[in-house]
T-cell receptor, first 115, second 111 residues
Framework: SAVISQKPSRDICQRGTSLTIQCQVD?????MFWYRQQPGQSLTLIAT?????????ESGFVIDKFPISRPNLTFSTLTVSNMSPEDSSIYLC????????????FGSGTQLSVL | SQQGEEDPQALSIQEGENATMNCSYK?????LQWYRQNSGRGLVHLIL?????REKHSGRLRVTLDTSKKSSSLLITASRAADTASYFC???????????FGQGTRLTINP
């Protein structure tokens, strides 16, 4: 299992500003995943963050909008840049565990509201 | 694109009753998982069933998988108020470690 500390838990931000979300894992993991959950919707994978390499972004998500850092095997950040109200969502980090990293453990989420 | 379609979208039952949620998917999978989310917070892994398994139990949870119909069901027996949450199925259709989540079922247990 893995315990993930994610912060902030929530924030209210002004349009045009940026917010950086942090996730700290209690063990070393190769891959970390960042998801977005829009209001009343399911989770959508934003990107996969590997330590020591550039993050891999899913279709519809770009590095300029969602830059990710992965400085070591226990920590990652996701920045939501130049925010607009459409960015209001819950953002979740997760890590895979198990032989093939099959099961995901999630942070508690960051509820972002953009005014 | 979403892989899983869940049904019903919302379910409200009395405490003590059983709750059944269904998930359908479109492409071949190696495994299917169910997660619970309380009040828009982080998801909690409940159970994983592999493509060569038909049924799996964990406590009050029973999961079935029918690969011929590309569908799965999650049964929660003897429901409790604490089971109130959203439940999501997730598949590895895009490869291991890249789970695709269904739309979820919002379950409400009434005392």
């Amino acid at each position: 299992s893995a315990v993930i500390s994610q912060k902030p838990s929530r924030d209210i931000c002004q349009r045009g500003t940026s917010l950086t979300i942090q996730c700290q894992v209690d063990s070393q993991v190769t891959m970390m995943f960042w998801y977005r959950q829009q209001p009343g919707q399911s989770l959508t994978l934003i990107a996969t963050a590997n330590q020591g390499s550039e993050a891999t972004y899913e279709s519809g998500f770009v590095i300029d909008k969602f830059p990710i850092s992965r400085p070591n095997l226990t920590f990652s950040t996701l920045t939501v840049s130049n925010m607009s109200p459409e960015d209001s969502s819950i953002y979740l980090c997760s890590v895979g565990v198990g032989g093939a990293n099959e099961k995901l453990f999630f942070g508690s989420g960051t509820q972002l509201s953009v005014l | 694109s979403q892989q899983g379609e869940e049904d019903p979208q919302a379910l409200s039952i009395q405490e003590g009753e059983n709750a059944t949620m269904n998930c359908s998917y479109k492409t071949s999978i190696n495994n299917l998982q169910w997660y619970r989310q309380n009040s828009g917070r982080g998801l909690v892994h409940l159970i994983l069933i592999r493509s060569n398994e038909r049924e799996k139990h964990s406590g009050r949870l029973r999961v079935t998988l029918d690969t011929s119909k590309k569908s799965s069901s999650l049964l929660i027996t003897a429901s409790r108020a604490a089971d109130t949450a959203s439940y999501f199925c997730a598949t590895d259709a895009q490869g291991a470690q890249k789970l695709v989540f269904g739309q979820g079922t919002r379950l409400t247990i009434n005392p």
